[in-house]
């Protein structure tokens, strides 16, 4: 789609798409960040208390599906689902 420097300038004008509905959920997303950066699986175990955030913003802000973020965190889709639905 382009270089990192042309999405940084995009993602103000990206960012207000992902409210609008009739645009397709691929469109609205395009600038959401992976599921291994947003919870920097590279550093280790998080607090739960944060990883039960970094789940509600995965999910209500960047439209990730339980069963997107149960894969990359590598528990049950039902576990996410009691921590988004508590």
Same mark, same amino acid.
């Given at each position: 789609?382009?270089?990192? !420097?042309?999405?940084?300038?995009?993602? *103000?004008?990206? &960012?207000? @798409?992902?409210? $609008?509905?009739? $645009?397709? %959920?691929? @469109? %609205?997303?395009? !600038?959401?960040? =992976?599921?291994? *950066?947003? #919870?920097?699986?590279?550093?280790? +175990?998080?607090?739960?208390?944060? %990883?039960? %955030?970094? /789940? @509600?913003? !995965?999910?209500?802000?960047?439209? &990730? =599906?339980?069963?997107?973020? =149960?894969?990359?965190?590598? +528990?049950? &889709?039902?576990? /996410? =689902?009691? +921590? #988004?639905?508590?």
């Amino acid at each position: 789609m382009g270089t990192e !420097a042309f999405l940084e300038k995009l993602k *103000d004008i990206l &960012y207000k @798409q992902e409210e $609008i509905s009739e $645009i397709p %959920r691929i @469109q %609205r997303f395009v !600038a959401r960040p =992976s599921l291994t *950066d947003l #919870f920097n699986i590279e550093e280790g +175990v998080l607090p739960k208390s944060e %990883r039960n %955030r970094l /789940i @509600q913003e !995965a999910h209500v802000k960047h439209g &990730y =599906s339980l069963k997107e973020i =149960s894969n990359v965190l590598h +528990v049950h &889709y039902t576990t /996410i =689902s009691k +921590v #988004f639905y508590r």
